[in-house]
């Protein structure tokens, strides 16, 4: 499943033609897409649920779900599940060589599902990197911030934010169209170029500033105003040892040391699964749609981003089984549960093996 993808024949403006104004684009394929996406999206399926279901089950556990510190990341894995949950249905729908067979409310679902799934992850990614920028940065300002309803509130924003823009989307009209050329049903593209001219491109648009480029740069900025407050404090920690000035206390020192530490790198790996992910699709995505927009009227372009979007797609799909490493550096509960219950796994299969040897 794709969201808004290129019909086979795009219409685009051309200034330099009189008549209806538009130019014709044929050709353009990417049938490698009925491997790749197939085959990634299995994978991803299996990795997703596997790490998510592991950290939801942590969260519930230990009874962590409205730890101030683990609001967001409890909504981001339950965003990835949802979105997991999709997969097997576009692993079917790319190997049938894009022919949705579920019908026009299941295609329905399917695009809010995956709309929220890209959307969200970057809105709730930019709200965990906001969190470890205040800690860092502002630590007094976090202390009082620490009930958990500030975070329930920013989460429920997010939440209405995404519904609101998915019902704008799916209830204006179909998301399902026929191919001229095959007879398959396309589901969330393939769309006319009035339906491009009308909410196709404003979503696209408004989604792209919204969900991508506004959570890019408050995740740059947080994490280059925590290197600062890094390399000051370092500076300050120089000059005292210069001086021969005896810190009052080395043990106090060393822990908030390694807090901003730790708070830089997690925004470092909230940013590479951030760009490795989303800034493909993103990028592609707003090129795309101001070719079909006519803003550039350019056939090779489009040629171009048909089978780059693709690729852009698997990127995309990853971040659902990235996620759970920032769930393993936000905790180090997480990661020492999940270390005995692997262990645990390991151990009781050795016992086993050993019993039936004797």
């Not at 579920?102 to 970057?122: D, H, Q, R, T, V």
């Not at 169209?177 to 095959?182: A, H, K, L, S």
């Not at 993103?282 to 489009?302: A, K």
Request: net charge positive.
């Amino acid at each position: 499943m794709s969201i808004w993808v290129t019909e086979s024949i795009i219409p685009l403006r051309n200034s330099n033609q009189s008549g209806n104004g538009t130019e014709t684009c044929e050709g353009e394929t990417a049938d490698f897409q009925y491997v790749l996406l197939p085959v990634v999206y299995s994978l991803v399926f299996v990795l997703a649920m596997a790490g998510n279901l592991t950290a939801l089950v942590h969260f519930l556990r230990t009874k962590s779900v409205t730890q101030p510190s683990h609001i967001f990341l409890v909504n981001l894995c339950a965003i990835d599940l949802l979105f997991a949950l999709t997969l097997p249905f576009n692993v079917i729908y790319h190997a049938r060589q894009n022919d949705w067979v579920f019908g026009e409310a299941m295609c329905k679902i399917n695009g809010a599902l995956f709309f929220g799934n890209l959307y969200g992850s970057s809105l709730f990614l930019m709200l965990i990197s906001l969190d470890r920028y205040l800690a860092v940065v502002h630590p007094i300002r976090a202390l009082q911030l620490r009930n958990p309803k500030y975070r329930i509130i920013l989460s429920c924003l997010v939440w209405v934010i995404l519904t609101s823009v998915i019902l704008y989307l799916t209830l204006r009209g179909p998301l399902t169209r026929p191919f001229p050329e095959t007879g398959h049903i396309a589901c969330m593209e393939n769309f006319s170029s009035k339906s491009w001219q009308g909410r196709i491109s404003s979503v696209s648009i408004l989604a792209a500033v919204i969900g991508f480029f506004i959570p890019l740069l408050t995740i740059a900025t947080c994490y280059v105003l925590i290197f600062c407050k890094l390399l000051g404090h370092a500076r300050i920690l120089e000059d005292g040892r210069s001086s021969r000035a005896q810190p009052s206390s080395p043990t106090a020192q060393r822990g908030n040391g390694r807090v901003r530490k730790k708070a830089l790198r997690m925004v470092l790996l909230v940013m590479g699964v951030f760009l490795l992910c989303f800034a493909p699709y993103h990028i592609n995505q707003l090129v795309h749609t101001l070719g079909r927009m006519g803003v550039v009227p350019m056939c090779s372009l489009i040629w171009f981003t048909y089978p780059a979007r693709r690729v852009a797609m698997a990127l995309c799909s990853l971040n659902s089984c990235l996620d759970p490493l920032i769930y393993c550096f936000a905790s180090e509960n997480f990661r020492w549960e999940t270390g005995i219950l692997c262990c645990g796994k390991v151990k009781e299969r050795l016992r086993h093996s050993q019993r039936n040897q004797q």
